[in-house]
């Protein structure tokens, strides 16, 4: 499921009029939902008709698409659930930008799959007008694609394109692989595919045939084709050498043709999950599921989609030398939905400079290469991030001014030596700009400060945890006040922050007595 609510990463919504579609349900609601069968069989007839006749219009082929997805409603949903083996639901607001975008993908994706004759049933159930119907489909947010397979629902983890829907449920419903059997159809399959991953076998059995079966159907992204004839093979892989056995990857990049020579499925599908994407990646709202669900290292080039050529040529070795384990993806800086929430994380959200970034999304850990990105930097950054040389990037304001303030102002640069490093108490105030209780907390520091001026072995800080970071200063919620004691850097204390100003002046009181205690007790020792 992917959400257009106010929480999304991606999308600022907008209300739009989402334009009405005239579906086969929709003007029988109230009747008998037995009438279903028949007006499937009528909408048949109507296309049946109109096939022979001149080739229609873009939007003729879009509206008798649109015709094809089923209307859920009140009345008909559950009998359609429970009377079919699969379906494919659509929930939907009008006022959703993104089931604005996805419904004519969803319809042609219909179209196409009524033509292949595939046994799934596609539906839309308007969730706003049909709240109670959707909620018992299971439907929370817009838009929303489940399968319902024999009355059972499973979330769609499919693309969002027309040709990745109609992917996703061929693999789902028994049909993972198209079998080519000539060059006629080779060259309709090329017509319309770009990637895939093509088999030729001398029998369509045995143990190697098996394998690839099964990988074709674990593998969501991937459209298989499989043939038993060498020629058609050359065909859809022309870098094809003779054999009778054959498997190997076509995709439209530098890199076309990719073969192997194992057939295992869990090799098959490491194979496929290494070369599926291009050297360099470009990040668009459609592919950006694929992206981030990549196990791979993930290094993010943004630059002006101007600038990309150049780039993607700059990028290619590298991402040729570390394929199988770092995944190269450039974003259009100006793409406020795909960039921003990354150049966030660095606090360079305003940059309009090329930066080379990466995330290791296992451990959380970021990177940002802080120099040109020439060949020699670029393979330097990888290899680094490989072997765990490259040092994690923390953002930081700039060091400020401090002299004379009552509690001193910490960024991420100057942690270690205003806090772990200094040879006082530190009380720190952790908070946020957008935190509701912080200005409250803030006061009573304050407060605090002017109370306890004067002490030499105590200092008041604060630090912006919203733009400044350190690997050892960790808050889980704001605000978060801290005691770091002369003794023990390393293990702060956490005081209340609910507690009040006095209730918080005993408590510093008692940590300044017990620090005190332990240096004369040092000092003893020394003695």
């Not at 579609?21 to 048949?44: G, K, P, R, V, W």
């Not at 094809?240 to 995709?251: A, D, P, Q």
């Amino acid at each position: 499921m992917f959400t257009s609510k106010p929480t999304s990463r991606f999308i600022s919504l907008a209300l739009i009029l989402l334009i009405s579609f005239n579906f086969l349900i929709n003007s029988t609601a109230n009747e008998d939902s037995d009438d279903i069968e028949d007006l499937i069989a009528l909408d048949q007839e109507q296309d049946d008709e109109t096939s022979s006749q001149k080739p229609s219009s873009e939007a003729e082929v879009l509206t008798k698409a649109q015709r094809i997805v089923l209307e859920l409603n009140n009345d008909n949903t559950q009998k359609v659930i429970s009377g079919n083996e699969y379906i494919l639901v659509l929930g939907y607001a009008p006022w959703c930008v993104r089931s604005a975008e996805l419904m004519p993908r969803f319809a042609e994706a219909a179209s196409f799959l009524k033509e292949i004759r595939s046994p799934l049933l596609m539906a839309k159930i308007d969730a706003e007008r049909y709240p109670k119907a959707a909620s018992n489909l299971g439907i929370k947010g817009y838009p929303t694609l489940l399968l319902f397979v024999n009355g059972t629902s499973q979330p769609y983890t499919g693309g969002f394109s027309t040709e990745e829907i109609v992917l996703w449920v061929r693999k789902k419903t028994g049909m993972p692989i198209i079998r080519i059997n000539s060059i006629n159809e080779a060259d309709n399959f090329l017509k319309k595919h770009s990637v895939f991953a093509v088999g030729l076998f001398d029998k369509y059995e045995g143990p190697d045939y098996d394998e690839f079966v099964k990988a074709s159907t674990t593998d969501n992204e991937i459209q298989f084709v499989e043939t038993n004839n060498p020629q058609i093979a050359s065909v859809l892989f022309p870098d094809f050498k003779f054999s009778k056995l054959f498997l190997g990857i076509v995709k439209s990049e530098p890199e076309r043709y990719t073969s192997y020579d194992a057939f295992e499925e869990d090799k098959i599908l490491q194979f496929l999950n290494d070369n599926k994407f291009p050297l360099v990646t470009i990040l668009t709202e459609l592919n950006s599921v694929k992206v981030y669900a990549s196990d791979k290292l993930q290094v993010y080039v943004f630059a002006e989609a101007d600038n990309f050529k150049k780039l993607i040529e700059l990028f290619q070795d590298a991402a040729r030398k570390f394929k199988s384990k770092i995944m190269f993806v450039l974003v259009d800086i100006k793409e406020d939905n795909l960039a921003k929430p990354f150049l966030t994380l660095f606090g360079l959200e305003d940059s309009e400079e090329t930066l080379v970034t990466a995330f290791d999304y296992k451990t959380g850990a970021k990177y940002l290469l802080e120099s040109d990105p020439t060949p020699g930097q670029i393979d330097e950054f990888g290899s680094g991030l490989l072997n765990g040389t490259c040092p994690p990037f923390y953002k930081s304001q700039e060091i400020p001014e401090n002299k004379g303030a009552d509690i001193l102002t910490v960024v991420g640069k100057s942690f270690d030596e205003l806090v772990l490093s200094s040879s006082k108490n530190i009380f720190l105030e952790i908070y946020t700009p957008w935190c509701l209780n912080c200005e409250t907390t803030s006061k009573q520091v304050e407060k605090l400060a002017k109370h306890f001026k004067g002490l030499d072995n105590l200092v008041f800080a604060k630090i912006d945890a919203s733009v400044n970071e350190h690997p050892k200063l960790e808050a889980d919620d704001y605000p978060t006040l801290l005691f770091y004691p002369i003794s023990n850097k390393s293990n702060p204390i956490k005081l209340p922050t609910k507690s009040s100003s006095k209730e918080l002046a005993i408590l510093i009181n008692k940590y300044l007595k017990e620090e005190a205690h332990d240096e004369q007790h040092v000092e003893k020792d020394e003695l």
